[in-house]
């Protein structure tokens, strides 16, 4: 291959590589100078938003006063969030000093988002300054800093600066050993197939691209129809079967089902050239065969999660269109079948965005973990980045084991051109949802999925927005659709084990609105595992004995969690 061979990737050797790519990989300086443009063109807006935060500015300076020479306590223009911890400690209000910082922090944030909101853009500049902002405004949080944060300048002098040490000592660690962000979880602190995906079972199966795992039976009698669970590949499967309780895996294994799971091998270079064809037939498709040949069982219930739930409504279209009735019932997990609302993810897939990142994937074949990973976790900054700033760095903290931000940072990368596919045929173009979508030669239409359809999506999902997955309801006409409406986010909303701040939300109707929907709806206490447990029992066929654990053609060939999952 030379330097001018028309099939060498772009950017190969680096030298065919836009400059932008490595100075503005975000694209974020375009952005700003579209937004700074709208917002010279709109005067009149600009000095509301202005006028707005001198008229807070003076009100919360006569309060800070008050509360400095009298015992008042006036509140101020501006309180933080209902779900913002940073500033609950008592010294934010006591102190008049920390209280004015705390108010003119509060109200520069305000300022920003009502210029944002006085300077029309497009969607895509929007959602990119709109994240651009958030980010930068965490990061300036006076709680950020050691001198103006009272529970660690407390800590501090309680100690006589034990905690400024051991908080430095965890800076410089972080930074040679964690690409200089905090730690969210110890260093060895989950060990994959002993505290993590632990539910007992066999590896039946294993081709290139997955590992399927059968899961040993706890109850005398199964349903007939088996499970199969098909999770991302943008992360490791064990999200279904993360730990004991907490495992969605064992969950469904102690209620009679027989549970496969699909456990995808972890890509390199070399994998460049899977498609997104290949993930549907070497997946679910090959996964249902070896079902089939070990349970005697034609049709299969199968749960997908994110984008494996994309991929099981592809798969539903895929096989109707094949005239094959292999599948009895889906349930879709926090999925977007609908890319028309990306939410804050298509600050990052519009046209541009995704030529430069094909750029990037073609110099390796791969999207590394790393670079996914980034753009999650600054979704949250707050939640994922500055808590731990300040508990590790600034208080010399070690951070806490938790199951959930272990597996988060256990990543897989992604082939390139089963990414580049999956980000202009979902994200860019919503070829799924309208029809146009084509797999392993098949036009995809979701008006021939007619199986029974459980959708769950989670209220605070940042990733696929409640309301986009709603829309699912409206783009699957001749199935009948049963949505839920979970607590809490895109990770904690699945990993949502019976517990008592649990609830979920039902509705009979399924309005095109999904808000309409809402306010119609019914609020359970309760998890929506034990809602899909019943809804479930219906669709599963009846108690059998168990099948065997493989069989003659699929006999197992090591346990669970198999050897994929362990691929770094």
């Known amino acids: 291959m030379t330097p001018n061979d028309p099939t060498r990737p772009a950017g190969a050797d680096g030298g065919d590589r836009d400059p932008s790519d490595l100075l503005d990989p975000m694209g974020f300086g375009e952005a700003w100078m579209r937004t700074a443009t709208a917002a010279m063109q709109n005067p009149a807006g600009m000095m509301e938003a202005g006028l707005r935060f001198w008229e807070g500015m003076a009100e919360a300076s006569t309060a800070a006063i008050t509360r400095m020479t009298s015992e008042e306590r006036p509140a101020g223009p501006i309180a933080p969030g209902r779900r913002d911890r940073r500033f609950t400690d008592p010294a934010w209000q006591e102190n008049p000093a920390l209280f004015a910082l705390m108010q003119a922090y509060l109200l520069s944030g305000r300022l920003v988002q009502d210029v944002l909101a006085e300077a029309p853009v497009d969607d895509v500049t929007d959602a990119r300054m709109g994240f651009l902002a958030d980010v930068m405004m965490d990061a300036i949080a006076p709680t950020n800093s050691l001198l103006t944060n009272p529970v ?23 930074l040679e050993h964690n690409n200089g962000l905090p730690r969210q979880v110890p260093e060895n602190a989950f060990t994959v197939g002993k505290e993590l995906a632990c539910t007992p079972g066999k590896v039946v199966y294993r081709n290139h691209l997955m590992e399927l795992i059968q899961y040993t039976p706890t109850t005398d009698t199964v349903y007939e129809i088996p499970l199969l669970l ?15 309780g907490r495992s969605f895996v064992e969950w469904a294994v102690s209620h009679g089902h027989t549970v ?26 090959d996964a249902m065969d070896v079902v089939r040949d070990i349970t005697g069982q034609e049709k299969v219930n199968i749960v997908g999660l994110c984008l494996g739930g994309t991929l099981t409504t592809a798969l539903m279209a895929y096989l109707a269109a094949k005239k094959a009735d292999r599948i009895n019932c889906a349930t879709l997990l926090n999925t977007l079948v609908d890319f028309s609302k990306p939410g804050r993810l298509g600050a990052f897939t519009d046209k541009a965005s995704v030529e430069r990142l094909e750029r990037r994937m073609n110099e390796r074949g791969y999207l590394d973990a790393s670079e996914m990973m980034g753009v999650f976790t600054f979704m949250r900054s707050n939640d994922l980045v500055w808590t731990y700033v300040v508990n590790s760095w600034l208080m010399g903290e070690e951070p806490h084991a938790f199951d959930i931000l272990s597996w988060n940072s256990d990543g897989t990368r992604m082939p390139a051109n089963m990414h580049g596919f999956y980000l202009r045929s979902c994200y860019l173009n919503n070829e799924l949802s309208r029809g146009d979508m084509e797999l392993a030669g098949q036009r995809l239409d979701l008006a021939d999925v007619t199986q029974d359809v459980y959708i769950l999506a989670a209220q605070e999902d940042h990733i696929a927005l409640w309301d986009g997955s709603y829309i699912t309801t409206q783009v699957l006409p001749n199935a009948d659709v049963e949505f839920v409406l979970s607590s809490s986010g895109h990770i904690a909303g699945i990993v949502n084990p019976p517990t008592p701040k649990a609830w ?15 306010d119609a709806s019914e609020q359970h206490a309760g998890t929506w595992w034990e809602h899909w447990v019943d809804w479930m029992s ?12 493989g069989g003659p053609l699929h006999p197992p060939i090591g346990d669970a969690p198999g050897t994929y999952v362990l691929e770094k």
């Open 504 to 518: 979920y939300r039902t509705g009979s109707a399924h309005p095109a609105d999904a808000q309409a929907w809402f």
């Open 152 to 174: 660690a300048a407390r800590k501090a002098a309680d100690t006589g600066g034990a905690s400024v040490v051991a908080g430095i000592r965890n800076f410089l660690h972080d």
């Open 260 to 285: 496969f799971v699909i456990s995808y091998r972890n890509p390199r270079a070399e994998d460049r050239d899977v498609r997104l064809d290949d993930y549907l037939l070497h997946g679910p498709i």
């Open 538 to 549: 219906t669709r599963s066929g009846g108690r059998v004995a168990p099948p065997p654990m």
């Open 230 to 244: 098909s999770p991302p590949w943008i992360n490791k499967y064990y999200i279904m079967d993360l730990a004991p």
